[in-house]
């Protein structure tokens, strides 16, 4: 099944506030059927008018918020209706008491500090908070649609009058509709965002039906939102089938990374992460011995550091960044997308963003950690990610990585390789620094300054040879002379140039497709990179596209015909350019229409391209430009195969298949390009 289709036809019930609205849309766009259901979204506007005018009242000598989401809800409720700034107010003069670091973050927001705090709305250290506290004579409002019986009994016990936000409503009828379907096991999995949604539907049962509701529950895939939500579901007795954390799922997702949508454990234990699947190929994959095309791996680098720069905005950090943590993703208009992954180890800084989070023990892949990370107890921050990037720049652009961090050595200039230009050197270094405060702290920044420093043309002279010792006055002289004798012959030339490397060449191909039933064309014809097995009987038109002028051999070798020539070479030809193998930029060959035939096997096709006429192959091309049908047999045979066998393995070049838009591209650093096409048939 396709990756955008994974959940195809599946049915999912989501209990929880608002802001798992964009997991619900994520879940839809891989095919899932999902239903939302929603707690807060049952209570009344009279209700919510009724309670805000007795909270400006004074009605209320203490507030207990159970969600942040609540506290939202409240404030945004009372600025639609003009009444923010008396609902403030209020609160500022109420005893207020919270459960959980997210309550307390929004009521920061807001400029107000619980009194009496708990972990969690359903946790035992609320109950002992409220148990704890003293509420004689005091009336206790609660800003939620429906609160836990043992919360409102621990006040009341001591001394409050307890008057819930929702208490005057008539009870919530959805949840009882809900019941039959969830008994007719109509949902292949029901996702449960909050502790209060479970108590609303075990209460909405009658008391005969909630034994027959919790094997319903069981039986239907419950993933519990988090720690507390598992604890309320077992409580029940449901155990939940996976446990997924929250941030793991509300973590920003973008064009720029591979998206989570989930992380916990399954009943056995084990651990799971569920990610978006990528079609692409990884940048380790792209990375040649002497390095990639400077104005393709400045392209990619501007987004790598503007992905994580994103990430780090929202408070994530990598710690495990490498060629084979980032793929690229070729899109239908021929556009290369960034796409970074495996956030194994990857760690939210704080629940609130903080800057930084602690390292207890050297965890990421040697090669490109920081000197920080090798540390036991050293600070970790968006500095250490931008390390990272600078070690996978320099094996980019250069084929080879800096000396590997260490944990009392700064990495100097001369210590990167060659290859350079004076900029990029200079922002390279400083994005190695020892310390972290001298890097860049910024990783878009670090990205785009790194981009403009490799296309500004001006490669540096490098000379990696140790300190000479000073020169005698007549060695000076002498070395005047020659240079000056060097010249005057005109044969004096810079030798000490690092070389530049060549721009990569490429090419690419696909397949248009005719499928075949009964001797008939069988649905309309289709594009393919080849990556699939097809029917015998289907025909098939191999294209060829190259991205600049040159000169293109295809050879095709089918299956053993009595009386022919399996091995014969379909471009050129006489029909075609006049028989001439010269190709013009951004031209595209397309062969006759060939038919997969014979007993299952494959259709083998050598593809050539070559800045200039191959002489083997151009001789090749003269055998058989007045006979093409007749192929290759004998001598002939076994030296042209021989010939591409050969050119293949001594040729570093490399083919990625691409399933968004069904091309196949071939890519190399030298002058001619070699491929071999296999076409798998049944």
């Known amino acids: 099944m396709s990756g955008d289709r994974l959940l195809a036809e599946r049915r999912i019930l989501l209990f929880g506030p ?64 003009g009444r923010e700034d008396e609902v403030l107010r209020a609160l500022s003069r109420a005893r207020i008491a919270a459960a959980g670091s997210k309550t307390r973050a929004a009521l920061a927001e807001i400029g107000l500090r619980p009194t009496i705090v708990g972990d969690e709305p359903s946790g035992p250290s609320l109950l002992e908070a409220l148990s704890a506290a003293s509420f004689s004579g005091r009336t206790l409002g609660v800003a939620a649609l429906s609160c836990d019986p043992r919360l409102v009994a621990a006040a009341v016990g001591r001394g409050a009058n307890v008057r819930v936000l929702g208490g005057d409503d008539s ?61 309320a579901l077992s409580e029940r007795g449901v155990p939940p089938s996976g446990v997924v954390e929250r941030a793991s799922l509300l973590r920003p ?23 978006q699947y990528i079609d692409g190929v990884t940048l380790r994959s792209q990375i040649f011995s002497d390095g990639m095309d400077v104005k393709r791996a400045a392209a990619i680098l501007k987004q790598i550091g503007a992905a994580l720069g994103h990430i ?3 408070g994530v950090l990598h710690r495990d960044l490498k060629p084979e943590n980032i793929m690229i993703q070729l899109l239908s208009d021929d556009k290369e997308v960034v796409k970074i992954l495996d956030f194994g180890i990857a760690k939210l800084r704080d629940p609130v963003a903080a800057t930084s989070t602690v390292n207890t023990v050297a965890i990421g892949t040697i090669a490109y950690i920081s000197p920080e990370q090798l540390r036991e107890g050293e600070r970790i921050t968006a500095a250490s ?16 990585r800096p000396p590997v961090a260490s944990q009392d050595r700064p990495i100097n200039a001369p210590d990167l390789p060659s290859g350079l230009t004076k900029n990029a050197r200079r922002v390279l270094t400083r994005a190695l620094s020892f310390e972290p405060n001298d890097r860049y702290q910024d990783a878009k920044h670090f990205g785009d300054d790194l981009a403009k420093a490799l296309l500004d043309g001006k490669r540096e002279t490098v000379n990696h040879l140790p300190p000479r010792p000073p020169l005698t006055k007549s060695l000076v002289i002498f070395g005047a002379t020659l240079i000056l004798a060097l010249l005057s012959y005109g044969i004096y030339k810079y030798v000490v140039r690092p070389p530049v490397p060549p721009p990569s060449k490429s090419f690419k191909y696909w397949l248009m497709v005719q499928r075949i039933r009964d001797e008939k ?77 014979g007993p299952a096997g494959a259709e083998n096709f050598w593809i050539v391209w070559s800045v200039s006429p191959v002489n083997e192959l151009e001789i090749a091309r003269n055998e058989t430009s007045n006979s093409p049908q007749q192929g290759f047999v004998g001598d002939h045979l076994v030296s042209l195969k021989e010939f591409l066998k050969t050119m293949e393995a001594k040729v570093d070049s490399r083919t990625s298949r691409y399933k968004e838009n069904q091309v196949a591209i071939v890519r190399g650093k030298t002058d001619i390009l070699v491929a071999l096409g296999q076409f798998k048939h049944r």
């Open 521 to 597: 064309e069988y649905e309309t014809p289709f594009k393919s990179n080849g990556d699939a097995i097809f029917e015998s009987s289907d025909r098939f038109q191999l294209n060829v596209s190259t991205t600049e002028s040159g000169y293109l051999y295809i050879f095709n070798e089918g299956p053993p015909e009595p009386d022919a020539a399996s091995f014969k070479m379909i471009y050129p030809n006489r029909a075609t350019n006049n028989g001439s193998a010269s190709v013009g930029a951004n031209q595209t060959v397309q062969s006759d229409w060939i038919t997969f035939r």
């Open 385 to 400: 990610d931008i390390y990272s990037m600078a070690v996978v720049a320099c094996e980019m652009v250069t084929g080879k």
């Open 312 to 314: 780090h905005n929202k």
């Open 18 to 81: 608002s802001d798992l609205d964009s997991v619900a849309r994520h879940l839809r766009d891989v095919g899932a059927d999902v239903q939302r259901f929603e707690l807060a979204a049952s209570g009344s506007t009279r209700s919510l008018e009724s309670w805000i005018s007795e909270l400006i009242e004074g009605a209320f000598d203490d507030v207990l918020f159970l969600t942040g989401q609540g506290v939202r809800v409240l404030v945004e409720f009372a600025h639609q209706r």
């Open 253 to 275: 997702r973008g064009i720029d990374f591979m998206s989570v949508f989930g992380a916990g454990t399954v009943t056995d234990g084990k651990p799971y992460v569920a990610m």
């Open 171 to 231: 009870p919530d009828s959805r949840p009882r509709a809900l019941l039959g379907r969830i008994l007719g096991r109509d949902f292949d999995a029901i996702a449960f965002g909050s502790s209060r949604e479970i108590d609303c539907l075990f209460e909405a049962a009658a008391p005969s039906q909630r034994a027959e509701l919790a094997h319903a529950l069981r039986r239907s895939n419950p993933v519990a939102l988090g720690q507390a939500v598992a604890r």
